[in-house]
Nanobody, 116 residues
Framework: QVHLVESGGGLVQPGGSLALSCVASGLAFSRYAMRWFRQAPGKEREYVAGIDAAGSTTSHADSVKGRFAISRDNAKNTVYLQMNSLKPDDMAVYYC?????????WGQGTQVTVSS
């Protein structure tokens, strides 16, 4: 069974930084691309960033480009999301995701609150 467990969320002031982590189990982690999504209250879940299995190719949504960075450590079965220059619009529950075949797997999410 695939399990994804996010951590690292919290309360931060505008302009601050947070680093999210997602530990995966139940899969050959180094074989799969990983993604981060987020969902704000009353809004649909949206793509934030993705990284290929080897960690050599990344993509970031335009809304976070230049501020957020996705990375991974295959030896630790962990994907990261470094978030800098946080804005109130970044406030959301952040989810880790991977897809095996036609099945999407999600973590429970970690809350990021940006407020002064």
């Amino acid at each position: 069974q695939v399990h994804l467990v996010e951590s690292g969320g919290g309360l931060v002031q505008p302009g601050g930084s947070l680093a999210l982590s997602c530990v995966a189990s139940g899969l050959a982690f180094s074989r799969y691309a990983m993604r981060w999504f987020r969902q704000a209250p009353g809004k649909e879940r949206e793509y934030v960033a993705g990284i290929d299995a080897a960690g050599s190719t990344t993509s970031h949504a335009d809304s976070v480009k230049g501020r957020f960075a996705i990375s991974r450590d295959n030896a630790k079965n962990t994907v990261y999301l470094q978030m800098n220059s946080l804005k109130p619009d970044d406030m959301a529950v952040y989810y880790c995701n991977t897809r095996l075949g036609a099945t999407d797997y999600w973590g429970q999410g970690t809350q990021v609150t940006v407020s002064s």
